[in-house]
């Protein structure tokens, strides 16, 4: 069975920074492309950054030069180092793993972030 816990989550204010964890099980972590990506109240689901499994990275323009996506293979691990947080960002984070389009994709149960003062 699949799991994808998130942690990390929480209240922090505009400048400030958290980092969130996701540690997956039942998976093959490192063949998996593992993501992370938020929902806003009203909003679309959206992505915010990818670690791919053959060592790519990608980040949505948003968030581009404040957050910094990396993976320890080793402990099954993926994070998202998010600094300079602006109100903009509060969103429920999910981490997302999958091996390719053709292969199921998990979630993991999300952890809410809150920017504000």
């Known amino acids: 069975q699949v799991h994808l816990v998130e942690s990390g989550g929480g209240l922090v204010q505009p400048g400030g920074s958290l980092r969130l964890s996701c540690v997956a099980s039942g998976i093959i972590f490192s063949l998996n492309d593992m993501a992370w990506y938020r929902q806003a109240p009203g909003k679309q689901r959206e992505l915010v950054a990818v670690?791919?499994?053959?060592?790519?990275?990608n980040y949505a323009e948003a968030v581009k030069g404040r957050f910094t996506i990396s993976r320890d293979n080793a402990k099954n691990t993926v994070y998202l180092q998010m600094n300079s947080l602006k109100p903009e960002d509060t969103a429920v984070y999910f981490c997302h793993a999958q091996v390719t389009t053709s292969f199921p994709s998990y979630w993991g149960q999300g952890t809410p972030v809150t920017v504000s003062s």
């Open positions: 670690a791919t499994g053959a060592g790519g990275i």
